[in-house]
T-cell receptor, first 115, second 114 residues
Framework: AQSVAQPEDQVNVAEGNPLTVKCTYS??????LFWYVQYPNRGLQFLLK??????LVKGSYGFEAEFNKSQTSFHLKKPSALVSDSALYFC?????????????FGAGTRLTVKP | NAGVTQTPKFRILKIGQSMTLQCAQD?????MYWYRQDPGMGLKLIYY???????DKGEVPNGYNVSRSTTEDFPLRLELAAPSQTSVYFC?????????????FGQGTRLTVV
C-alpha cells in the first residue's frame, strides 16, 4: 500500500524568506501526488498536484512543488513566505494502479511564518 | 457554491451512545469519502463510496457504518460510541474515480466521546 512521510512536525520561517515543507512517498507503481492546506477549524483545501509531465508543479497562492522520482520526494516550496501562509500542510499520494481509489495522507507539517 | 457540507460541527457523546454524522455535496460527484483526523496522525480513510448504493471499507472501518442512498448524501453512523472515536471527522468528494482528481473537503465534525 502507498504511504507518505512528512519528516518535520513543525517548520518556522521568517516572513519574506523561502520556505520548504518536505514530503517523501512510497508506492508500488507510479504516484499521483497532492498538497493540501488546512487553516484552523477548516477542512483541507487543495494546493497543487503532480500527475505527469514537468517535475515542477505550480499551484495556488504562489506555492510550487518539485517531483523527484529518484529520491521519491515531493517537497512544497515558496520563494517568499507570508504570515498568512501559516497553516497545517498535508502531503498525499495515490498509486496510479490503485483500484480502491485510496489516498494516503502524511501526518502534516505545521508551518509558522513570523513577521 | 456550497461544495461539501457537514453537520454538526461539534458534538459530545457519552460512551455507548449513537449518532450520525451528515455529509452532503452539491457538485454531482460520484465518489465520497469519510476520514478521521487524529493529532499527529494525518487522515485515515474510514469508508468510501463510488456511487449511490455502493460502499466499501477503508483503512479504519471498525465501529462505523455508512450508507449511500443518493449521489448527494453520505452519512456516517457510530452505533456504540467509544473514547477511541474521539477525533475530527472529514467528509470529502471527488469528481470521478480517476486517481488524478483532487478532493473537496467539508469543514469537519469535531467529536468527543466521554
Amino acid at each position: 500500500a502507498q504511504s507518505v512521510a512528512q519528516p518535520e512536525d513543525q517548520v518556522n520561517v521568517a516572513e519574506g524568506n523561502p520556505l520548504t515543507v518536505k514530503c517523501t512517498y512510497s508506492v508500488s507503481g507510479n504516484p499521483y501526488l497532492f498538497w493540501y492546506v488546512q487553516y484552523p477549524n477548516r477542512g483541507l483545501q487543495f494546493l497543487l498536484k503532480y500527475i505527469t509531465g514537468d517535475n515542477l508543479v505550480k499551484g495556488s497562492y504562489g506555492f510550487e512543488a518539485e517531483f523527484n522520482k529518484s529520491q521519491t520526494s515531493f517537497h512544497l516550496k515558496k520563494p517568499s513566505a507570508l504570515v498568512s501562509d501559516s497553516a497545517l500542510y498535508f502531503c498525499a499520494v495515490r498509486d496510479v494502479g490503485d483500484r480502491n481509489n485510496d489516498m494516503r495522507f502524511g501526518a502534516g507539517t505545521r508551518l509558522t511564518v513570523k513577521p | 457554491n456550497a461544495g461539501v457540507t457537514q453537520t454538526p460541527k461539534f458534538r459530545i457523546l457519552k460512551i455507548g451512545q449513537s449518532m450520525t454524522l451528515q455529509c452532503a455535496q452539491d457538485m454531482n460527484h460520484n465518489y465520497m469519502y469519510w476520514y478521521r483526523q487524529d493529532p499527529g496522525m494525518g487522515l485515515k480513510l474510514i469508508y468510501y463510496s463510488v456511487g449511490a448504493g455502493i460502499t466499501d471499507k477503508g483503512e479504519v472501518p471498525n465501529g462505523y457504518n455508512v450508507s449511500r442512498s443518493t449521489t448527494e448524501d453520505f452519512p456516517l453512523r457510530l452505533e456504540l460510541a467509544a473514547p477511541s472515536q474521539t477525533s475530527v471527522y472529514f467528509c470529502a468528494s471527488t469528481r470521478t474515480g480517476v486517481s488524478n482528481t483532487e478532493a473537496f473537503f467539508g469543514q469537519g465534525t469535531r467529536l468527543t466521546v466521554v
